[in-house]
């Protein structure tokens, strides 16, 4: 049973439009969330986060949305670039883990962004 | 500051066959942790070790196991491979344990089980 899910397998965006990536969980003890980017053979690369007592976390142009009452959360990059083009994963964790928390991992969508 | 290195980068398996990968953490870090990524599964997490101790597991069989040595360099093996085996294997480190501080992933390491 996948605990973080991102439906999208893939999402095609034109150069300088908005891309949104979608995210949603089932674990209602998730309450930390985090973005992370990976190109090819490479491994995945930080690139924002937020914690459940927030709704929103901006970082230049990329946006992190959280509705927890929906279990959903979304990544907004504005605008769009070439070199935005990677598979991107959703991650969350909980606190109850104690000092064992883990991250969860979402199965990732590829985004392409066409010049 | 030397990011997190993994080795081999590419192997190539036979079925039943037992495999070791081997992860060096940045300077510094402690917690090493391991997953696995296929098409479609994302990646899934396989252990944490902090200071030579097991500290987290996630849902895979016993062929997997682990350890780290003293000076945080961490290896993963697996036996009796089976073809479903096949995946990107990549090792993260962190100053501290992964669910508190940002996890640094290396490259991977690409096995193919035949």
């Known amino acids: 049973d996948q605990q973080v899910k991102q439906n999208s397998p893939s999402l095609s965006v034109q150069e300088g439009r908005i891309s949104i990536l979608n995210c949603d969980y089932t674990?209602?003890?998730?309450?930390?969330f985090l973005w992370y980017k990976k190109y090819p053979a490479e491994g995945p690369t930080f690139l924002i986060s937020?914690?459940?007592?927030?709704d929103k976390n901006e970082d230049g142009r990329f946006t992190v949305f959280l509705n927890k009452s929906a279990k959903h959360l979304s990544l907004h990059i504005v605008p769009s670039q070439p070199g935005d083009s990677a598979v991107y994963f959703c991650?969350?964790?909980?606190?109850?883990?104690?000092?064992?928390?883990?991250?969860?991992f979402g199965s990732g969508t590829q985004l392409t962004v066409l010049p | 500051k030397a990011g997190v290195t993994q080795t081999p980068r590419y192997l190539i398996k036979t079925r039943g066959q037992q495999v070791t990968l081997s992860c060096s953490p940045i300077?510094?870090?402690?917690?090493v942790s391991w997953y696995q990524q296929t098409p479609g599964q994302g990646l899934q997490f396989l252990f944490e070790?902090?200071?030579?101790?097991?500290?987290n597991k996630g849902n895979f069989p016993g062929r997997f196991s682990g350890r780290q040595f003293s000076n945080s360099r961490s290896e993963m093996n697996v036996s009796t491979l089976e073809l479903g085996d096949s995946a990107l294997y990549l090792c993260?480190?962190?100053?501290?344990?992964?669910?508190?501080?940002?996890?640094?992933f290396g490259p991977g390491t690409r096995l193919t089980v035949t």
């Open positions: 300077s510094g870090h402690r917690s």
């Open positions: 674990n209602s003890m998730f309450d930390y």
């Open positions: 937020i914690s459940s007592i927030k």
């Open positions: 070790y902090f200071s030579e101790t097991q500290r």
């Open positions: 991650a969350a964790t909980d606190s109850t883990g104690g000092s064992a928390r883990q991250l969860t």
């Open positions: 993260a480190s962190s100053v501290g344990l992964a669910g508190t501080y940002e996890q640094y």
